[in-house]
């Protein structure tokens, strides 16, 4: 997951100035919150919610195909 540096907002920060997260959530669709300057939360438009938590069936098969690939030998070990 790529993170617009922009949308970077620290934890404090956040809990003076909510209004300023819901504005970058409005301007680029999330805003991370960090914690001890890592990422620790995300804020999203309650919008894209679904689009984030459903893979498309390429996505799917191409993780899988990706997984397959990586682990070939245990997969032939099991075949047998």
């Known amino acids: 997951m790529n993170i617009n540096s922009k949308t970077l907002v620290s934890i404090s920060e956040a809990n ?12 680029y669709g999330s805003a991370v919150i960090l914690k001890n300057n890592a990422p620790r939360y995300m804020v999203i438009d309650f919008s894209k919610l679904d689009e984030m938590q459903e893979a498309s ?15 070939r030998a245990v997969y032939e070990e099991l075949a047998k």
């Open 16 to 27: 003076q100035n909510f209004s300023k997260v819901a504005r970058l959530v409005d301007q």
């Open 57 to 71: 069936d390429e996505e799917v098969l191409l993780s899988s195909q990706k997984w397959m690939q990586r682990n």
